[in-house]
């Protein structure tokens, strides 16, 4: 079905003739999307606000990666898709890498080197104003030993005073370092033709399949979003520490689960609305929201042996007001103990009464309790979230229903319900066109009623209403 129908029959309006139904395709399904393709990767390496995640919103055309005034922003492996001259790649970000580095810094620096293990080339950047320090002396010398392609950038390099410097970058040892300005785009044309000639056509590691659903992990801060990734991949794909906040960009991952792909995405804890956010934090919630309505499927990570909080149902109602399907996954529950259990089936009966309908798994992220569980869950979850009910079996559904409880009557009328359509999926769309107005109660009832006869576990639904328009009588 067009965009256009779509968005005319999914709010509530009026209709004149049963002529306007003639020109809906009822039985129209969604694409199926474009397959998935494996491409090459590029990673983006340096010490500490150099201006790689600046250099990584130049190649990738648009500002996704979080950049703020002050180092250590970035911390995560974080993947973006880039297009140059008709071929496309993966650009994956990275936090500053310090050889000596303690604590979340050792965790960040981790990253960077897996990132550089995994990458079928290297940027290394350096900031040419301040010149070859011992920490890019150091990154350089595990780079040589590197089979890997390396580019050295010479980033900072506003005007041509500044060119002059960057000849003493010849003495890393990496080839002939490229002037760029990140922040005004000098010489990132150039940049970017080296960068195609040293990628491969297929990336060194490719994964099979089709296009992989997109799943969103949301919730929180520290409530274990960034541990549940690492455990389903079997690998460090973002950084875990106990601070909380410690994921700022988005972190995207190819996963295999099942026997599939699945493209994960860990987003930033949400910790403040929106409006009350700043620098690198509403940045952050920018960057949820986005991934949010990029994914298929959202898991909703709730922190199961502390009460809920304002902030778990603010980000419960982002995914809902969005449409995408829903899996909420209680975790830590290995620290659950009895009377908690009973706590939090009384703060389930009064704070998620809006996601009634939402798939729910107790898991473990640091043991790996349950985890297993959570592909069936979002199996059933998009199934759902797809799922188109034929026109004919509807209304006979639907007058079964009406028959057995019409609905209440308005001003001394009572509605009828003359036709329903699907008008769409992605979340499951019903329209319903009827003579009078219907209560928002027996809405409710319909949709009930709906999830009973047609099992939509774990999407939403949405019912609208386009009331017939009364006739104005002709001339007296």
Excluded: C
């Excluded at 595990?142 to 970058?169: F, H, Y």
């Excluded at 994964?207 to 409530?223: C, E, F, H, S, T």
């Excluded at 559904?397 to 057995?404: G, Q, R």
């Amino acid at each position: 079905m067009s965009d256009d129908l779509v968005t005319e029959f999914a709010g509530d309006g009026v209709w004149n003739e049963e002529s306007e139904w003639d020109h809906l395709d009822l039985e129209a399904a969604d694409g199926e999307g474009e397959p998935y393709v494996a491409v090459p990767t590029l990673a983006v390496v340096g010490r500490p606000n150099v201006g790689k995640s600046t250099l990584v919103n130049r190649i990738i055309g648009r500002r996704e990666a979080v950049v703020e005034d002050v180092p250590g922003v970035t911390r995560d492996r974080v993947s973006y898709e880039a297009n140059w001259s008709g071929r496309r790649f993966l650009v994956q970000d990275t936090g500053g890498w310090e050889p000596d580095a303690k604590g979340l810094q050792q965790a960040v620096a981790r990253q960077a080197e897996l990132a550089m293990g995994t990458a079928d080339a290297i940027l290394l950047v350096v900031d040419a104003v301040v010149g070859a320090t011992a920490t890019d002396e150091a990154v350089a010398r595990v780079l040589r030993r590197s089979k890997t392609p390396v580019i050295l950038v010479a980033n900072k390099v506003d005007d041509g005073r500044t060119e002059s410097e960057v000849a003493a970058l010849w003495s890393l040892g990496l080839g002939q370092p490229y002037s760029v300005s990140a922040t005004h785009g000098r010489g990132t044309g150039d940049l970017l033709d080296e960068v195609l000639a040293k990628l491969p056509e297929t990336p060194r590691e490719g994964i099979p399949g089709g296009g992989p659903r997109r799943v969103a992990l949301v919730g929180k801060p520290n409530v274990g979003k960034s541990s549940l990734l690492n455990k389903l991949s079997g690998d460090e794909r973002s950084v875990v520490h106990d601070v909380a906040g410690t994921t700022v960009d988005p972190v995207d991952s190819i996963v295999e689960l099942g026997g599939r792909p699945w493209r994960f995405v860990d987003t930033a804890g949400l910790r403040k609305r929106v409006s009350h956010a700043s620098g690198a934090e509403f940045y952050a919630s920018l960057r949820t929201k986005s991934a949010i309505e990029a994914a298929e499927v959202a898991i909703l990570l709730i922190d199961a042996h502390e009460p809920l909080t304002e902030q778990d149902l603010r980000v419960l109602s982002m995914v809902a007001d969005t449409g995408r399907a829903l899996v909420i996954a209680f975790n830590k529950w290995d620290l659950v103990d009895e009377d908690r259990r009973l706590m939090l089936d009384k703060e389930i009966d009064r704070d998620l009464v809006r996601v009634p309908w939402a798939s729910r798994v107790n898991i473990s992220a640091r043991t790996g309790r349950a985890v297993q569980k959570l592909v069936p869950a979002l199996d059933t979850a998009l199934e759902s979230w797809d799922k188109r009910i034929p026109t004919g079996r509807l209304n006979t559904w639907l007058k079964e229903v009406v028959a057995a409880t019409p609905p209440p009557m308005r001003g001394g009328r009572l509605p009828r319900i003359m036709f329903a359509t699907q008008a769409s999926t992605r979340p499951p769309t019903f329209v319903l066109f009827t003579t009078g107005f219907l209560e928002a109660g027996y809405r409710r009832f319909l949709e009930r009623r709906l999830r009973e006869e047609f099992n939509f576990d774990g999407s939403p639904i949405r019912v609208s209403v386009r009331v017939r328009e009364k006739r104005d009588r002709k001339n007296r």
